[in-house]
């Protein structure tokens, strides 16, 4: 129980890391999510300002100030312009004021009319004409606004003349954009936005400008630090769109304290359980392990006895209470002993059988090294006296006692079955001479295809035996293979005598035996249904004094693809 106790703690320890780990990471992201809506609202302020220097009618007054007006006439177009930003302006929840700044340095204000210093005017103008008709962005101003600056470029209709016309100012209430979108996120810290030299805001943030600066140098996304206002979470944001880095600092014990208390109550409960199991624990385990450390000793007593003794022994030690677990184990203990001696005697009995078994089976046995090692002597020999007949009948022999004997694989592929068949054919073929006539029609990519081991070769032998040996005349035996939707049906053909129904029909049950004493049609079907399936097997079709087809039917299944 103490290392079952110590292993739970390293995992609960490890689980609870995790688990802070991916809520932290989540926390991370949705911190973000205030980051990225921020970066929405700053980018329609964008398409605003775009929209704005765009506008026709604009275009069109700052165009006839452009001309020698009149001094009415130019109050005139100011009023227009004015007018005309005022129905911009009078919808936009986040714009403080617009302006128009024209080339005079003339100020048409829309919204709140806080006046700009000469020195900011010009330079806002030096910033638009920096961008050259992008939208700037510049801190400045009272109420800590965001102020957006483009130059007016003019254009008429298609034509682009891209003079410039005047300046576009927003003052954007960044602080009412920043508090709406960390409310909408659930967020009760901190947003601080900065560029990387100036804090954009807030006005007053948590961090010092010296912890701002080890958080920029910060990799990590997202940390657990003491500043100097307490613990805090931060996340941190880097901004493609504006390049300002956004930090979302939260109270570490704000936002977590419920979980915090979760894995410290589920410490402690765990805990007060292990104590009270170790009690209850210790209380049953001696109720226990006491009657069986005396069955022990009676065991350890009785452990030098001869088997009569012990049998005798055994009778009086099943304690008052036979029903309780304790109990059980006496019986069944004596009960052991007496099954221990008839085992004993069942063993020594077939000990002697098999020791029976072994001699005879050693004194059968011939080793298949010397056999493969005579043969390859007469294949020298053969080789020796060019006897190229005789060898390549000794080779083939080899190869034949070779697939025989070798029972590691019981599925083959149809290459290799076709090589037993032609090593059997080859040795048949110097006896039978011009008499037999055999040929072979498969295709190559089908040579890969699984089939049980030694079924064509039988049936190749059978044909012999039936259909050559009892005929003087030349005997045609053909394998033909074919696949047809995944079904490979194996034609073994002879022009034989044939077979007529009774006999075909006994031959099929495994009634008649081959004339090699070799395997029977029977155990052929056999092996292939505990292979394939009962649906997969052998045909055979006859016609007497015409020919006999043996048909195999087998599923197309490539080496590799079936755990044999």
């Not at 403080?96 to 340095?105: A, N, P």
């Not at 560029?195 to 961090?207: A, F, M, R, S």
Request: net charge negative; aromatic share 10%; glycine share 6%.
């Amino acid at each position: 129980m103490l290392v079952s106790f110590a292993i739970y703690i390293t995992v609960l320890k490890n689980v609870f890391s995790i688990y802070d780990e991916q809520i932290y990471k989540k926390s991370s992201q949705v911190l973000t999510m205030s980051s990225i809506g921020i970066e929405s609202q700053l980018k329609e302020m964008e398409e605003l300002s775009f929209k704005v220097v765009s506008d026709e009618q604009i275009q069109s007054y700052l165009s006839q100030l452009q001309d020698d007006s009149s001094a009415y006439e130019k109050l005139v177009l100011h009023k227009k312009i004015t007018d005309r930003i005022i129905a911009f302006a009078g919808s936009e929840k986040y714009v403080y004021s617009m302006m128009v700044i024209d080339q005079e340095r003339n100020v048409m204000v829309a919204g709140n009319r806080e006046g700009i210093p000469e020195t900011l005017q010009n330079d806002l103008v030096a910033l638009a004409e920096e961008y050259d008709g992008s939208n700037a962005w510049m801190l400045g101003g009272r109420g800590f606004s965001l102020l957006s600056v483009r130059e007016i470029k003019s254009f008429t209709n298609a034509t682009f003349t891209l003079e410039n016309l005047g300046t576009l100012v927003f003052r954007v209430r960044i602080d009412r954009i920043v508090d709406d979108q960390v409310q909408d996120a659930g967020n009760e810290g901190q947003l601080i936005i900065t560029d990387g030299k100036d804090i954009l805001y807030p006005q007053e943030p948590l961090l010092t400008e010296s912890e701002m600066l080890i958080e920029m140098n910060n990799d990590k996304l997202y940390s657990i630090d003491s500043y100097e206002h307490g613990r805090y979470f931060a996340a941190k944001f880097r901004s493609s769109y504006t390049d300002w880095t956004y930090f979302h600092i939260t109270p570490f014990h704000q936002m977590f304290e419920r979980i915090t208390f979760i894995k410290s109550f589920v410490t402690i409960v765990f805990i007060f359980i292990f104590v009270l199991a170790i009690l209850f624990g210790t209380r049953l385990a001696l109720s226990i392990t006491r009657p069986i450390d005396r069955l022990i000793k009676k065991m350890r007593d009785i452990e030098e006895g001869d088997l009569d003794k012990l049998e005798e022994l055994a009778l009086g030690t099943v304690p008052s209470s036979p029903q309780s677990e304790v109990g059980l184990l006496y019986r069944t203990f004596k009960m052991m002993i007496q099954r221990i001696r008839e085992l004993i005697n069942e063993n020594y009995t077939k000990q002697l059988l098999i020791r029976e078994t072994e001699l005879k089976a050693l004194q059968a046995q011939i080793n298949p090294h010397f056999l493969y090692n005579t043969l390859e002597s007469i294949n020298w020999l053969a080789k020796t006296n060019k006897q190229d007949q005789i060898s390549k009948m000794v080779e083939s022999l080899g190869f034949l006692l070779r697939s025989s004997i070798n029972f590691d694989n019981q599925l083959i592929t149809l290459g290799s079955e076709i090589d037993i068949v032609m090593s059997y054919v080859t040795i048949q073929k110097v006896r039978f001479e011009e008499r037999l006539e055999f040929t072979i029609d498969i295709e190559s990519y089908l040579e890969n295809a699984l089939i049980p081991k030694l079924t064509l070769q039988p049936l190749v032998e059978n044909a012999i035996h039936y259909a050559l040996e009892p005929n003087i005349e030349p005997c045609q035996i053909v394998i033909i293979v074919r696949e047809n939707q995944g079904v490979i049906t194996i034609f073994v053909q002879d022009n034989g005598p044939g077979m007529d129904p009774e006999f075909l029909k006994q031959l099929s049950e495994g009634k008649v035996q081959t004339l090699g004493k070799g395997i029977g049609l029977s155990n052929i079907e056999e092996r292939i249904k505990l292979t394939y399936g009962s649906e997969w097997g052998l045909h055979i079709e006859s016609e007497p004094n015409i020919k006999t087809s043996v048909q195999v039917r087998i599923p197309y299944i490539k080496g590799g693809e079936l755990d044999v």
